[in-house]
């Protein structure tokens, strides 16, 4: 199930696409911004349900990193085209002001598909008594900073990682003491 939320790491691409390839035919965008909005709100609903049904927190936390690492291009690309945009428009009048919204709806959208499922598997390990207070104050805060939130994904993969191996540990001495 947690498979799906690889979807998130490549829809970003294709909404970026498909805008640029339809801005280039003389066509009504309208009805182009429509659905990549709707698909957007899908998205973000789909990961909700996937990341709280999920029942292996450690492969969420893993695709979750995967998901991060794969979004680095779109970002730094939608960044750059955003950004220069802004400031084309900006030169014109001051138009740019009013698009500045859009872009800034467009990134929380797809930024809240990987905030998600690493909000929930942060809180998941405090549940089951794996990391401190204080170090889930510390995920939930920095998962919500850009460039940030790369590290914090790897440290709640590896506390995932370390549960795991600790128990595997566990078992294993437990096995050969009853030998």
Request: proline share 4%; aromatic share 12%.
């Amino acid at each position: 199930m947690e498979n799906l939320l690889y979807l998130n790491a490549v829809l970003p691409y294709i909404y970026m696409i498909a805008v640029f390839v339809i801005k280039m035919n003389p066509i009504d965008m309208n009805p182009v911004y429509a659905t990549c909005g709707i698909a957007m709100l899908v998205q973000i609903a789909i990961t909700l349900i996937v990341s709280v049904l999920s029942k292996n927190k450690s492969k969420l936390a893993e695709v979750n990193l995967k998901v991060k690492l794969i979004q680095i291009p779109y970002y730094v690309s939608f960044f750059v085209i955003t950004g220069l945009l802004f400031l084309i428009l900006m030169g014109l009048m001051g138009i740019g002001i009013f698009v500045l919204p859009v872009f800034l709806a467009i990134d929380a959208a797809i930024f809240t598909t990987t905030v998600i499922p690493a909000e929930i598997c942060a809180i998941k390990l405090k549940m089951s008594k794996k990391i401190t207070v204080g170090r889930l104050l510390l995920y939930l805060i920095f998962n919500t900073w850009y460039v940030i939130d790369i590290p914090m994904a790897f440290c709640i993969r590896n506390d995932y990682r370390e549960t795991v191996s600790f128990s595997g540990n566990q078992l294993s001495e437990a096995s050969s003491t009853q030998a």
